[in-house]
């Protein structure tokens, strides 16, 4: 398990130039509000630093004095600054929340439309969980690094450097002594800092394994109650969550010392302020208010380190997911769809050459593959679990390049022509039907621009459809839940069948497609299909006689090569693979 997410592990620093560099180009749109931000930090930062001042002037020049006329107009300033510091905190935590909305908006947009142009072997490799928390968890904790971290952060260092300088300027002795405990701090935060990367890092490990256990074990629900796996699956998902929780706590644990530390150095500094302040008071080298200006500026000194050292946890997670988020995004996608020839239709024949494939190099699942398909011709391809039936059909689709031979279409290599122009014309038709929310009407039509009433009317009347759409309560334009489980399965089957006649291909591959409808369904469907590939070139891969025994030729597949090939009487005489398959996989109502 932990190899299988290996590439969860997390090396990003706290802060990585590289990938900060790589979140700019989503700020492009929004420059003019982080302007904006930056000018609210500096005019805050000013209004915060000037807020002790007030307090030590009142001091001195209304209560020392007793110019309750002085005193009143300092104290007026004071409320003044606090409400004029109220509202641009305000305006800039708005305004950095909203462009933080509208960063992470565009950012998983991004994300989204790159996985989508990903090769079929990525997501072979990839867990779905893993790629939910990509777009989801991961790009908005990216977000809000944006959206306050970043800004706020900046916000505190300008104040820190300030009340620094104003302390210095005002008495470089005491400003010594208040500044004197800094180092130390600095220290013990850079250390904590060091320990909770390497627990941010593990964390995010063990959410996205969580997050893949998880969508496995709900989209594969039934299985589970099939079996009586529920307390197997809750006792191995329980082993993940427990092993986040322990590298969460981790986490909690050094992030829970960062307040108390930075209190305790501010009693330190504090103690060290009025014990030092008083001295040079009773001497008179400092006025009580300036003390208390200290004082105040000690406070308000330690406020944004405190912040800084909150805001740590933020940095560190963002660039953890900002380097998980950039990973997905150096993917190389699939080449250019529209590269190479348009397919326009075929001419004579598709010609499989000496063919050889790999999913990886571990294991080769075509050999020297040769055979030939005429136009018009009806193929059927059996063969056992793995011997190689489904990769025809994914290389047909270009979906993998084949390593060695060739597959030629009216003598032209596949490779030549583009992978859109083949995608649309060659049909294919899969046994696992994926069924997308919305009604049966969008999932029919799911090509850009493809609805036509009159092929609708067309693609009901040639699969019968009609009885089958009558039993739906809003027939044509009823909604289907996620994963089509408000229909059946033979209504999901109906479904793959309309959405591949509704681009009209002239090559069609039916993969398994009757294997998993009912009786009723299937004779509908064997109807259809006697009709449907009269006219079209078809290559059908199935397990039941019922589908195949039509066929022109029947090609056995084992282990990758081509062992036998003939018509159904033919194969039986032989006694060769084709009767093995004939009498362990076909149905017996297939047989009779």
Request: aromatic share 8%; proline share 2%; charged share 20%.
């Amino acid at each position: 398990m932990e190899d299988y997410f290996n590439e969860d592990d997390i090396k990003a620093p706290m802060w990585d130039t590289g990938l900060v560099r790589r979140m700019l180009p989503y700020l492009r749109n929004w420059r003019p509000h982080f302007l904006v931000s930056v000018l609210l930090v500096l005019a805050g930062t000013a209004v915060q630093i000037s807020l002790p001042l007030l307090l030590g002037r009142a001091v001195d020049l209304g209560i020392k004095i007793r110019n309750l006329e002085l005193l009143l107009d300092y104290v007026l300033l004071y409320a003044v600054g606090h409400a004029s510091f109220f509202v641009i905190l305000a305006a800039r935590n708005w305004l950095l929340q909203y462009t933080g909305q509208q960063v992470l908006h565009e950012l998983r947009t991004h994300l989204f439309s790159h996985i989508q142009k990903l090769p079929i072997s990525f997501f072979d490799r990839t867990p779905v969980g893993r790629l939910v928390t990509r777009i989801t968890n991961d790009v908005a904790t990216m977000a809000e690094l944006f959206s306050a971290a970043l800004i706020n952060v900046s916000g505190d260092i300008c104040v820190i450097i300030g009340i620094g300088m104003m302390m210095l300027t005002l008495n470089w002795k005491l400003g010594l002594a208040a500044l004197l405990a800094s180092p130390p701090l600095y220290y013990v935060v850079w250390v904590l800092k060091g320990k909770m990367r390497d627990t941010f890092r593990l964390a995010r490990a063990k959410l996205a394994m969580l997050n893949a256990s998880l969508a496995e074990n709900v989209s594969g629900m039934s299985v589970i109650h099939v079996f009586n796996q529920e307390t197997a699956r809750e006792a191995k998902f329980d082993e993940m969550n427990t092993s986040l929780r322990e590298a969460e706590l981790t986490s909690v644990f050094y992030n829970s010392f960062f307040s108390p530390v930075v209190t305790v150095f501010s009693a330190i500094t504090l103690a060290i302020v009025a014990t030092y302040g008083g001295w040079l008071v009773s001497t008179g080298e400092i006025s009580i208010g300036l003390l208390i200006t200290f004082i105040a500026y000690t406070q308000a000194f330690f406020d944004p380190v405190r912040q800084i050292s909150e805001q740590i946890s933020v940095f560190q997670s963002a660039m953890a997911s900002a380097e998980r988020v950039f990973g997905l995004l150096d993917e190389a996608p699939e080449p250019d769809l529209e590269s190479g020839r348009e397919f326009t239709g075929l001419n004579s024949e598709i010609e499989f050459r000496n063919l050889n494939f790999s999913y990886n190099s571990d294991k080769q699942v075509l050999k020297d593959l040769s055979f030939t398909i005429r136009k018009g011709e009806k193929i059927a391809v059996v063969g056992h679990t793995g011997a190689g039936k489904t990769t025809l059909a994914a290389l047909l689709k270009r979906f993998y390049d084949y390593q060695d031979g060739q597959i030629l279409l009216d003598g032209v290599d596949l490779r030549e022509f583009s992978r859109s122009s083949l995608r649309r014309r060659i049909g294919l038709i899969q046994q696992d039907v994926n069924i997308f929310s919305g009604t049966i009407l969008d999932n029919i039509f799911l090509a850009e621009g493809s609805f036509d009433k009159s092929k609708l009317d067309r693609i009901i009347s040639e699969l019968q459809m009609e009885s089958l759409i009558e039993k739906l309560p809003q027939g044509i334009e009823t909604q289907i839940f996620e994963r089509g489980s408000n229909i059946s399965a033979g209504q999901r089957q109906l479904i793959a069948f309309s959405r591949a006649l509704a681009t009209d291909p002239e090559i069609l591959i039916l993969d398994e497609a009757t294997s998993s409808v009912d009786s009723e369904t299937e004779s509908i469907i064997q109807r259809s299909v006697q009709q449907l590939t009269s006219s079209r070139t078809s290559l059908i891969i199935a397990h039941r006689l019922s589908t195949i025994r039509n066929c022109s030729r029947i090609l056995v597949l084992h282990n990758g090569r081509l062992v036998e090939q003939g018509s159904h009487e033919e194969l039986l005489k032989q006694k060769g693979h084709y009767q093995k398959l004939y009498e362990l996989q076909f149905a017996e109502g297939d047989k009779a």
